[in-house]
């Protein structure tokens, strides 16, 4: 069975850093999408960041370009958001999910919920002001 542990959220101040980890077991890692999603109270859940695992090819939402980072250790099975800067908007449920795909290296996985088979629990981040 698929499991997506997401660990690392909490609370910080406007400006500060928190970095997410996903550790991935049972599921063919290697060669797929990665991403991590969120979602605010009273709001839908959106795409956040996403990872293609074969080269890491990356694609982020327009919301937290510059500040948010997505990457990954093979070897770990680990997916982590490194989120800098943080603002208090960024404040929600964070989610991991994966998508098994055969793609090829420079695939900018989308950053389309429905296109990911396999989720987290997720993890809450609160940003105060």
């Known amino acids: 069975q698929v499991q997506l542990e997401e660990s690392g959220g909490g609370s910080a101040q406007a400006g500060r850093s928190l970095r997410l980890s996903c550790a991935v077991s049972a599921y063919r890692y290697s060669g797929s999408c990665m991403g991590w999603f969120r979602q605010a109270p009273g709001k839908e859940r959106e795409g956040v960041a996403t990872?293609?695992?074969?080269?890491?090819?990356?694609n982020y939402a327009d919301s937290v370009k510059g500040r948010f980072t997505i990457s990954q250790d093979n070897d770990k099975r680990t997916v982590y958001l490194q989120m800098d800067s943080l603002k208090p908007e960024d404040t929600a449920m964070y989610y991991c999910a994966a998508r098994p795909i055969i793609a090829y290296n420079g695939y900018t996985c989308p950053m389309s919920e429905t296109l990911f088979n396999y989720w987290g629990q997720g993890t809450q981040v609160t940003v105060s002001s």
């Open positions: 990872i293609y695992t074969g080269d890491s090819t990356t």
